[in-house]
């Protein structure tokens, strides 16, 4: 079988243009990746500290669209042993002054931990695991632990419902 030049060219450019669309699905896969590391990352630090928890709630409230390990990196350990913004990603969302951050969190501060319905729940729900789990089992047609924790994040929230106040934060 002999090619002719411009099938030669034609085969060519398509090997080129497979080439390129395999890299760039690539990039975006490592992109995508390293995005997600770092909200598992950021969430796992919002879950496990109260205060890193306050920080974000704060945030969010200043800027309702910014959203911890796509927007913004906080950590435990800033000054004073406090949380802090450590790097602020999106450069279309205004990044929150210290002293708007420390208005809010005096607010946020005068709810009672104790009767904070959010920080509460968290305690009992269960989890994330669990609940990715049952759901798989679900999906295969096993309900059954799906059921139990559907019931088990029914009773807690009916143990600890939302104030007023919280729906308006």
């Not at 210290?98 to 269960?126: C, F, G, M, S, T």
């Amino acid at each position: 079988m002999s090619f002719d030049s411009s099938t030669f060219t034609t085969v060519i450019v398509a090997l080129l243009v497979i080439g390129f669309w395999v890299y760039f699905l690539r990039s975006n896969v490592r992109i995508t990746n390293k995005m997600i590391k770092r909200v598992a990352q950021q969430q796992s630090v919002i879950r496990h500290s109260d205060a890193v928890h306050s920080l974000c709630r704060a945030i969010h409230l200043l800027r309702p669209d910014a959203h911890a390990g796509t927007d913004y990196i906080v950590s435990e350990g800033g000054p004073e042993q406090r949380p802090c913004i450590t790097e602020w990603l999106n450069p279309r969302i205004a990044q929150p002054s210290d002293e708007e951050i420390e208005q809010v969190l005096q607010n946020i501060d005068v709810i009672d931990p104790a009767k904070d319905h959010a920080a509460l729940r968290r305690k009992e729900y269960p989890s994330v695991g669990d609940q990715l789990g049952a759901a798989y089992n679900a999906r295969h047609g096993d309900d059954t632990d799906q059921i139990r924790l559907d019931e088990q994040i029914r009773k807690v929230k009916e143990k600890y419902p939302k104030s007023v106040l919280d729906e308006h934060l």
